[in-house]
């Protein structure tokens, strides 16, 4: 099955500053990658996703790359704030209509006011 | 437009007792999928229900079994539980074969003591 790596675990920055997220996919017949935010004691929440057709796609101050030669994507936040601090997941899926998501195991990131 | 709700929020159970999870979609889904998250982890997905048929499964023994009913909404069963089956229950909800979000409940918090 697919087998999805985040890096790093814990990541601590500035207010202001850019913050970037890293993942690997394992399995080439992914071609769906959503990342969540998950709030403590709260529900993941989609914050942007991206499809294999797809190299690069941005919303606000968000922004997702995909590079699928070497099966690995980014989250990129820019001008970070205090309530960007959650844990985060990204995913990757076959999309085949069975939606199942194969989730990395999440970077808590901190915004230092 | 009620989203994703889950029952219990919270539920403390004991070694070898059976554990019932509910779940209503949002309106206008069809599909429901169960994830187990547990502490400081990604979701693991368990399985997932269309039309009242589990259409796939993930890497879990079969004492987690489900059903989903006329209505959309599911149930997750737990047997024989293990102290390692504490985690936080997540159900989420989309339209079966359709790209788009995944839309996740608050989850059940289960303790096995």
């Known amino acids: 099955g697919e087998n999805v790596e985040q890096h790093p675990s814990t990541l601590s920055v500035q207010e202001g500053d850019s913050a970037v997220i890293k993942c690997t996919y394992s399995d080439s017949a992914s071609n769906y990658f959503p990342w969540y935010k998950q709030e403590l004691g709260k529900r993941p929440q989609l914050i942007i996703d991206i499809r294999s057709n797809v190299g690069e796609k941005k919303d606000q101050r968000i922004a997702v790359t995909l590079n699928k030669t070497a099966k690995h994507f980014s989250l990129h936040i820019t001008e970070t704030q205090p309530e960007d601090s959650a844990v985060y997941f990204c995913?990757?899926?076959?999309?085949?209509?069975?939606?199942?998501?194969?989730f990395g195991t999440g970077t808590r990131l901190t915004v230092i006011p | 437009d009620a989203g994703v709700t889950q029952s219990p929020t919270h539920l403390i159970k004991t070694r070898g007792q059976q554990v019932t999870l509910r779940c209503s979609p949002k309106s206008g889904h069809d599909t429901v999928s169960w994830y187990q998250q547990a502490l400081g982890q990604g979701p693991q997905f368990i399985f997932q229900y269309y039309e009242e048929e589990e259409r796939q499964r993930g890497n879990f023994p079969d004492r987690f079994s489900g059903h989903q009913f006329p209505n959309y909404s599911s149930e997750l069963n737990v047997n024989a539980l293990l102290l390692g089956d504490s985690a936080l229950y997540l159900c989420?909800?989309?339209?079966?074969?359709?790209?788009?979000?995944?839309?996740f409940g608050e989850g059940s918090r289960l303790t096995v003591l």
């Open positions: 989420a909800s989309s339209l079966y074969g359709q790209a788009g979000e995944l839309f």
């Open positions: 995913a990757a899926s076959m999309r085949t209509g069975a939606n199942n998501l194969f």
